[in-house]
């Protein structure tokens, strides 16, 4: 069974703090990882990855997938309060279907 | 950006009714769509992925009597829940894969939550 697991479940930090969100994955046929911040209702994409090693990067936040180790991270770094979500990592396998993981729920405090 | 749409935004109903829920692709054609449930301050499951034009395809568990899902036209999917029951309240999520887009990448609607009384 596909398994997609998220470290901390919960973390809480003050503006300008670094963050990593962790996440692990065992897909069976796995094609890419997805990273999504959901705030109130529908998830929002945040970054694909499909190659090992190659960061990508938008504004204040970046992410990385291992392969090897099954495992990415997502950094935001200089956190504010708009920050404040449960981020989502969801592993993609063959027919575009996604496993989600239970998500780590940012809080980060003025 | 891609835009995907759910009706109702919330609804209640009593047991033992049937209750559908509309996704809808507003500017582009989705091929494949995706039904999710969420519990509170839980993940988002899948549930079933829906092409159009053919049966839906259920998750391990999902009862597809239950859970009816039709895909008529590349802009709607339906999600029947057939005979509710309190334990089918939960928050119910739409997902729409443009095919012109990048693999994987799935646009969310606004999620329905139902509530089963």
């Known amino acids: 069974e596909d398994k997609v697991v998220q470290s901390p479940l919960s973390l809480v930090v003050h503006e300008g703090d670094t963050v990593t969100l962790n996440c692990s994955y065992e897909?069976?046929?796995?094609?890419?990882l997805l990273w999504y911040k959901q705030e109130k209702k529908a998830p929002t994409f945040l970054f694909m990855l499909?190659?090992?090693?190659i960061e990508k990067k938008s504004g204040r936040l970046s992410s990385i997938l291992d392969k090897k180790e099954l495992f990415s991270i997502l950094n935001i770094t200089a956190t504010q309060t708009g920050d404040s979500a449960v981020y989502l990592c969801a592993g993609g396998r063959a027919g575009n279907m996604l496993t989600f993981g239970g998500g780590t729920r940012l809080m980060v405090k003025p | 950006g891609a835009v995907v749409s759910q009706h109702p935004s919330r609804v209640i109903c009593k047991s033992g009714t049937s209750v559908k829920i509309e996704c809808r692709s507003l500017?582009?054609?989705?091929?494949?769509m995706f039904w999710y449930r969420q519990f509170p301050k839980q993940s988002l499951m899948l549930m079933a992925t829906s092409n159009e034009g053919s049966k839906a395809t259920y998750e391990q568990g999902v009862e597809k009597d239950k859970f009816l899902i039709n895909h008529a036209s590349l802009t709607l999917s339906t999600l029947t829940v057939t005979s509710a029951h309190p334990e089918d309240s939960s928050f119910y999520i739409c997902?729409?894969?443009?095919?012109?887009?990048?693999?994987?990448?799935?646009?969310f609607g606004p999620g329905t939550r139902l509530t089963v009384t």
């Open positions: 997902s729409a894969r443009d095919p012109q887009g990048a693999a994987y990448e799935q646009y």
């Open positions: 499909t190659s090992s090693g």
């Open positions: 897909v069976t046929n796995f094609r890419s």
């Open positions: 500017d582009f054609q989705a091929t494949t």
